[in-house]
């Protein structure tokens, strides 16, 4: 310890009496450079939130006179005097900071140490904390997270609760759908920021049920005598997801398989119609009720005109085109079960003897149709059709906004083409708005306040500020011979200048200029004006030409008929043909008389852009020669169907296949299909209604052939062929003619 320390340290609280002659007094000899100790305090402690203006006041040696302090310790400084602060916000997760440096007095040196401990916030959960959503809706909820405080910057939030994901940092979203049953569902999380603050959160979400809504059909016909096998599909239109099953307690029917309405035996005419009614479910907790009236006449007083019930049209987008189904045809008036003859078909759907539709593949944009006839077991019969509307797949997409150390609430912006950005709605006080960036820091793409995103990719955009506040300037819109009104808008940053909402009759809008005449600076629609002054913005017009409106005049090219020119001034659909040409069926429309222009669809929309001139394009009819009677046989054989089956197997379909294989191989254009029914008993052959019913199967098992022969002939690229169908009973008792589910005469 020097002379002069411990002097300090002996005169600290007591009085020294120092007895000594003059002689005796001896003058210390000149000091070398001291140390100087470091007094208290050499530690301290704050949390994350308050670490930006953390100070403390750095002692020495009271002894030492005028010391001056310094560091080189990143992320402090120090005064001369000692006041030790941050420069900026200290994350918990890098605690304890050790803060170094030197002290002097000129002479004397020393060096001194400080401890800082950082310790985290806990993060605070804000609004929402829950939320609802149905059943329909579940698979596509989501909800923002937020924290209200706590934190410094931006939160991450994330859960481990099953059905649940959090993404982009702070949007809670589902992973499939819900369940009603098992609703509440609780969330939980854990959220934290890049300064080591952490914090939990909690969401309930409540899941509500859907009301099952009853499709088609809703009633049906049958003879007392064929009540007793009376069956009706039972279907749902809205309201449920995935498989619905149908319950009923009414006497004298029942509901198997999960949708099947039957009858326990045989009906009485007298006491009908008859009402049944019940109940609907799926597994996620939707329900509903339904009801089916069921009208059963007396003998020799049958309905016959059998009638589609279910949709005649669907829509579907050209991305999801392979794969549509529509659910199977329903009927009503029909006793029994129904099969279904396509005799107008397209190569793009196929339909089964049951009434499935199904595509044959990948379809482009357009119209799509089908048609055919329908019969039961009894003879009523009737007609059906179906038309597919294929649409242009469109991609929606979201711009998220965050405040980025703002306050206040934006909503999120989807649009599925470039569209203008909401104007920014958040505030930061002594801060001003510079523009939207895709990454917090700014150092991704820029985007001036209401500026055109081209929503091509769903993406969070992050709110830039710059210290301090400037003031607004305004933009007057003049309408410059135009009518309407527009309000100034006020802005202290570049921004999207308005849509113009003027009009001005005989002209169209170009531009904005800051001359009335259009010799100033001139600003597009949408462009970003900088706001550093204020003007006046002058509509520019441009007169417009008359327009004509478009026509399309139709020719028969070599048809017969007349149809009256089409004029409108919008999409609309083409004027059904009316043309005749004998020994010919008509195809489409064309814009060259051979064919070689582009083609339009029977009834197809067009765009009347443009005038143009359609010819109507025709195929000729080949004559179908009929296929020859058993037990006469020609061609190949489809075999065996199951008993009582017109559905095709895979051992079925490989033959038909190879079928197809054969025609292409040979050439063939004119195929005639002949559909066997099973083998009869003498008694059931002298029963007609046994062998009408026979009838019907074998016409079945030629359809079902057919539909599955189209889609492999297309697939195969053969094109100019044509089917036709018949059917006969099965064969005597006893030859083995029972066993040929098909026979199939092909003619070059």
């Given at each position: 310890m020097s002379w002069r320390a411990g002097l300090a340290k002996f005169a600290t609280g007591a009085v020294v009496l120092v007895l000594a002659s003059a002689a005796s007094i001896v003058a210390p000899p000149l000091a070398s450079a001291a140390t100087i100790d470091q007094f208290p305090p050499t530690s301290g402690s704050i949390d994350v939130a308050g670490s930006a203006t953390f100070s403390d006041t750095l002692m020495a040696d009271p002894v030492f006179l005028g010391v001056t302090f310094a560091t080189s310790t990143p992320g402090?400084?120090?005064?001369?005097?000692g006041v030790l602060h941050t420069t900026a916000t200290l994350s918990a997760s890098n605690s304890p900071y050790l803060v170094t440096g030197t002290?002097?007095?000129?002479?004397?040196n020393g060096t001194w140490n400080y401890s800082l401990t950082v310790t985290p916030d806990t993060i605070v959960q804000a609004a929402p904390t829950s939320g609802t959503t149905d059943v329909a809706g579940s698979a596509a909820f989501t909800s923002a997270l937020a924290a209200t405080s706590g934190f410094v910057g931006t939160v991450t939030f994330a859960t481990t609760t099953p059905g649940f994901t959090v993404t982009g940092g702070n949007v809670l979203a589902t992973t499939g759908t819900l369940s009603a049953s098992n609703s509440p569902y609780t969330v939980t999380g854990t959220d934290s920021d890049a300064y080591g603050d952490t914090g939990t959160w909690t969401y309930t979400l409540s899941v509500t049920p859907d009301t099952i809504a009853q499709g088609p059909p809703t009633s049906g016909s049958t003879s007392a005598s064929a009540s007793a096998t009376f069956t009706s599909t039972l279907t749902a239109a809205s309201g449920f997801q995935g498989a619905v099953t149908f319950a009923t307690s009414t006497s004298g029917f029942t509901v198997t398989g999960g949708d099947v309405l039957g009858t326990t035996g045989p009906l009485s005419s007298s006491n009908s119609?008859?009402?049944?009614?019940?109940?609907?479910?799926?597994?996620?907790?939707d329900t509903g009720t339904w009801t089916y009236t069921l009208t059963v006449t007396s003998p020799g007083t049958r309905t016959t005109t059998i009638t589609q019930t279910s949709p005649t049209s669907g829509t579907v987008s050209n991305t999801a085109s392979a794969t549509f189904t529509a659910a199977p045809i329903t009927v009503q008036n029909n006793s029994g079960p129904v099969t279904f003859v396509t005799t107008k078909p397209t190569p793009a759907m196929t339909v089964s003897a049951s009434g499935v539709i199904k595509t044959t593949g990948p379809l482009g944009v357009g119209t799509y149709s089908v048609s055919g006839t329908d019969s039961d077991a009894?003879?009523?019969?009737?007609?059906?059709?179906y038309t597919l509307n294929v649409t242009l797949a469109v991609l929606v997409v979201t711009v998220t906004f965050d405040a980025n150390g703002g306050t206040g609430t934006m909503k999120s912006e989807s649009a599925s083409a470039p569209t203008a950005l909401s104007l920014n709605g958040f505030s930061w006080k002594r801060h001003t708005f510079i523009d939207w960036n895709t990454a917090a820091n700014g150092s991704g793409l820029s985007y001036a306040n209401g500026a055109v995103f081209p929503f091509s990719s769903s993406t969070t955009l992050f709110a830039q500020w710059k210290s301090g506040k400037v003031p607004s300037h305004v933009i007057t819109f003049d309408a410059n011979g135009g009518t309407g009104s527009m309000a100034s808008e006020f802005h202290n940053t570049p921004t999207a200048i308005a849509e113009n909402h003027f009009r001005r009759t005989g002209y169209t809008f170009t531009n904005w200029n800051s001359s009335a005449r259009g010799t100033g600076t001139r600003y597009k629609a949408g462009a970003t004006y900088p706001f550093k002054r204020s003007t006046t913005l002058y509509a520019q017009w441009k007169k417009v030409p008359k327009k004509l409106t478009p026509v399309v005049v139709f020719i028969a090219n070599r048809g017969v008929g007349v149809m009256a020119p089409q004029k409108q001034s919008g999409p609309t659909r083409l004027t059904p043909d009316h043309f005749r040409r004998a020994g010919y069926t008509f195809v489409d429309w064309n814009t060259a008389a051979n064919g070689s222009g582009l083609s339009y669809a029977n009834g197809a929309y067009y765009s009347f852009t443009t005038s143009t001139t359609l010819f109507a394009q025709w195929k000729k009819i080949k004559k179908v020669i009929p296929p020859p009677p058993p037990p006469k046989i020609t061609g190949p054989v489809i075999r065996p169907f199951a008993v009582g089956s017109s559905t095709l197997t895979p051992q079925l379909e490989s033959q038909i296949q190879s079928v197809a294989d054969v025609i292409k191989a040979k050439g063939d254009s004119q195929i005639a299909l002949l559909g066997y029914g099973d083998k009869l008993t003498l008694s059931e052959e002298r029963n007609g209604a046994d062998?009408?019913?026979?009838?019907?199967?074998?016409?079945?098992?030629?359809?079902?052939?057919?539909?599955?022969?189209?889609?492999?002939?297309g697939a195969l690229g053969l094109k100019g062929w044509s089917i036709s169908i018949a059917a006969a009973s099965a064969a005597k008792p006893g030859s083995s003619q029972f066993e040929l589910g098909l026979v199939i005469v092909t003619l070059s």
């Amino acid at each position: 310890m020097s002379w002069r320390a411990g002097l300090a340290k002996f005169a600290t609280g007591a009085v020294v009496l120092v007895l000594a002659s003059a002689a005796s007094i001896v003058a210390p000899p000149l000091a070398s450079a001291a140390t100087i100790d470091q007094f208290p305090p050499t530690s301290g402690s704050i949390d994350v939130a308050g670490s930006a203006t953390f100070s403390d006041t750095l002692m020495a040696d009271p002894v030492f006179l005028g010391v001056t302090f310094a560091t080189s310790t990143p992320g402090f400084t120090v005064t001369p005097s000692g006041v030790l602060h941050t420069t900026a916000t200290l994350s918990a997760s890098n605690s304890p900071y050790l803060v170094t440096g030197t002290d002097t007095d000129g002479s004397d040196n020393g060096t001194w140490n400080y401890s800082l401990t950082v310790t985290p916030d806990t993060i605070v959960q804000a609004a929402p904390t829950s939320g609802t959503t149905d059943v329909a809706g579940s698979a596509a909820f989501t909800s923002a997270l937020a924290a209200t405080s706590g934190f410094v910057g931006t939160v991450t939030f994330a859960t481990t609760t099953p059905g649940f994901t959090v993404t982009g940092g702070n949007v809670l979203a589902t992973t499939g759908t819900l369940s009603a049953s098992n609703s509440p569902y609780t969330v939980t999380g854990t959220d934290s920021d890049a300064y080591g603050d952490t914090g939990t959160w909690t969401y309930t979400l409540s899941v509500t049920p859907d009301t099952i809504a009853q499709g088609p059909p809703t009633s049906g016909s049958t003879s007392a005598s064929a009540s007793a096998t009376f069956t009706s599909t039972l279907t749902a239109a809205s309201g449920f997801q995935g498989a619905v099953t149908f319950a009923t307690s009414t006497s004298g029917f029942t509901v198997t398989g999960g949708d099947v309405l039957g009858t326990t035996g045989p009906l009485s005419s007298s006491n009908s119609p008859y009402t049944v009614t019940g109940t609907d479910s799926d597994a996620y907790g939707d329900t509903g009720t339904w009801t089916y009236t069921l009208t059963v006449t007396s003998p020799g007083t049958r309905t016959t005109t059998i009638t589609q019930t279910s949709p005649t049209s669907g829509t579907v987008s050209n991305t999801a085109s392979a794969t549509f189904t529509a659910a199977p045809i329903t009927v009503q008036n029909n006793s029994g079960p129904v099969t279904f003859v396509t005799t107008k078909p397209t190569p793009a759907m196929t339909v089964s003897a049951s009434g499935v539709i199904k595509t044959t593949g990948p379809l482009g944009v357009g119209t799509y149709s089908v048609s055919g006839t329908d019969s039961d077991a009894v003879g009523d019969t009737g007609t059906w059709t179906y038309t597919l509307n294929v649409t242009l797949a469109v991609l929606v997409v979201t711009v998220t906004f965050d405040a980025n150390g703002g306050t206040g609430t934006m909503k999120s912006e989807s649009a599925s083409a470039p569209t203008a950005l909401s104007l920014n709605g958040f505030s930061w006080k002594r801060h001003t708005f510079i523009d939207w960036n895709t990454a917090a820091n700014g150092s991704g793409l820029s985007y001036a306040n209401g500026a055109v995103f081209p929503f091509s990719s769903s993406t969070t955009l992050f709110a830039q500020w710059k210290s301090g506040k400037v003031p607004s300037h305004v933009i007057t819109f003049d309408a410059n011979g135009g009518t309407g009104s527009m309000a100034s808008e006020f802005h202290n940053t570049p921004t999207a200048i308005a849509e113009n909402h003027f009009r001005r009759t005989g002209y169209t809008f170009t531009n904005w200029n800051s001359s009335a005449r259009g010799t100033g600076t001139r600003y597009k629609a949408g462009a970003t004006y900088p706001f550093k002054r204020s003007t006046t913005l002058y509509a520019q017009w441009k007169k417009v030409p008359k327009k004509l409106t478009p026509v399309v005049v139709f020719i028969a090219n070599r048809g017969v008929g007349v149809m009256a020119p089409q004029k409108q001034s919008g999409p609309t659909r083409l004027t059904p043909d009316h043309f005749r040409r004998a020994g010919y069926t008509f195809v489409d429309w064309n814009t060259a008389a051979n064919g070689s222009g582009l083609s339009y669809a029977n009834g197809a929309y067009y765009s009347f852009t443009t005038s143009t001139t359609l010819f109507a394009q025709w195929k000729k009819i080949k004559k179908v020669i009929p296929p020859p009677p058993p037990p006469k046989i020609t061609g190949p054989v489809i075999r065996p169907f199951a008993v009582g089956s017109s559905t095709l197997t895979p051992q079925l379909e490989s033959q038909i296949q190879s079928v197809a294989d054969v025609i292409k191989a040979k050439g063939d254009s004119q195929i005639a299909l002949l559909g066997y029914g099973d083998k009869l008993t003498l008694s059931e052959e002298r029963n007609g209604a046994d062998t009408a019913k026979n009838v019907v199967l074998g016409r079945a098992r030629a359809q079902s052939v057919a539909s599955y022969l189209e889609g492999r002939l297309g697939a195969l690229g053969l094109k100019g062929w044509s089917i036709s169908i018949a059917a006969a009973s099965a064969a005597k008792p006893g030859s083995s003619q029972f066993e040929l589910g098909l026979v199939i005469v092909t003619l070059s």
